[in-house]
């Protein structure tokens, strides 16, 4: 019994958590992007990049192991890459995670209509209002909240999954046109990430004093969890939307209306949270890295996000892909530039990976500026 306690306490909660702060908005991205690239394709994608956000994960967990102190991912990228690292982690960070919060405006009227119909912008506008109130009172402890979350996500994209094999069609395996082998690339990145993840599990293990070097495996398989659950869900959203997959994948979704209701209410809850989340991490940034008053970063955190929807950034699959091929990419560059500063030198591995996120980078800012 006590080393069945201790395995949980070691693993599958710091797995949990991993999970639990990586499954979120950009799952639901995942149907759309292999129905574009045909699910072989978007599988060997899920694959590759589950492995790359592994190193990423692990290098930064090497790297916060180095430091004492409250430091924050600005922070690291200033000590370690100097003034050119600093305004790069703003960079990536404020405006990456603001669109991260417009993300999470766009998806929400999704969820609310498999609860109830509502015209126009009224959903969204009532999230955005909601969120925005929760960052400024400073909301906390939803730490256990957050993981109850992830375990009922879990459960439903099983049943679903279920469902989808039983009684859905065969999932698409080939791509329709070759200009969709390139969609899941910023998509799935974006859904994978987890960087966030590794502080909060740092502070765990150190509250519960366990030691740094057995974080490795936890965060692997949460890792590795996610991507399963992330193709899980693909599969049972591609079986269960006869009329064709949507973007925000729950739309076209064909199933008894009390799975619907149940499956908005999760997600409005789920997106709240990591509203609150990356909220708060840009908070922080913006007042204690850049110095902004209080009151100026709250502002910009309320009104940058809505600003972008009503401005007409409001196609959930696109938001998805420049989040995770321009913003997210540019962070592991910074990671793994951070961890050959701490090791001595770049891998040859780092520098493939550099170039694939470089170019991946460019093809998406091609992608949006001919689009």
Known sequence: MRKLRQWYREFVLPAGLVGSLTVGAGMFAIPYAFAQSGFLMGILYLIFFSLIIIKINLSYANIISKKSGNYR??????????QPGFWAGIFTVVLGLLLGLTIYIVLAGSFWDLIIQANGYSPNILFWALGSLSVIVSLKKLAGFDFLTFIV??????????????????????????TGLLIPYGIILFALHS?????????????????????????AWGTILSAVLFLAFAV?????????????????????????????????????????????????????????????????????????????????????????????????????????????????????????????????IFHILSG
Request: one cysteine or more; charged letters at 15%.
């Open 236 to 364: 049972g959203v591609s079986t269960l939307s006869p009329g064709g997959i949507s973007e925000d994948a729950v739309s076209g979704l064909a199933i008894p209306e009390p799975i619907m209701a149940a499956v908005g209410i999760l997600g409005i809850l789920a997106i709240w949270t990591s509203y609150l989340v990356l909220g708060t991490e840009i908070r922080d940034v913006l007042i204690h890295d850049l110095r902004i008053p209080r009151w100026v970063a709250l502002m910009l955190i309320t009104f940058v996000p809505i600003l972008l929807y009503s401005a007409g950034a409001t196609s959930f699959a696109t938001l998805v892909g420049i989040g995770g091929a321009i913003f997210l990419a540019t962070e592991c560059v910074l990671v793994m530039l951070m961890d050959g500063k701490v090791v001595g030198k770049l891998s040859q591995l780092d520098k493939l990976l550099i170039a694939v996120f470089v170019f991946g980078g460019l093809y998406e």
């Open 195 to 219: 960087r966030a993840a590794i502080a909060p599990l740092e502070d765990y293990f150190e509250e519960k004093g366990i030691s740094w070097k057995k974080a490795r495996r936890p965060i």
């Open 73 to 82: 991912f600005v922070s690291f990228a200033s000590s370690h890459l100097g």
């Open 153 to 178: 996500m879990g459960l439903i994209i099983v049943f679903l999954l279920f469902l989808g094999l039983r009684d859905g069609a065969p999932v698409p395996l080939l791509a329709n046109q070759a």
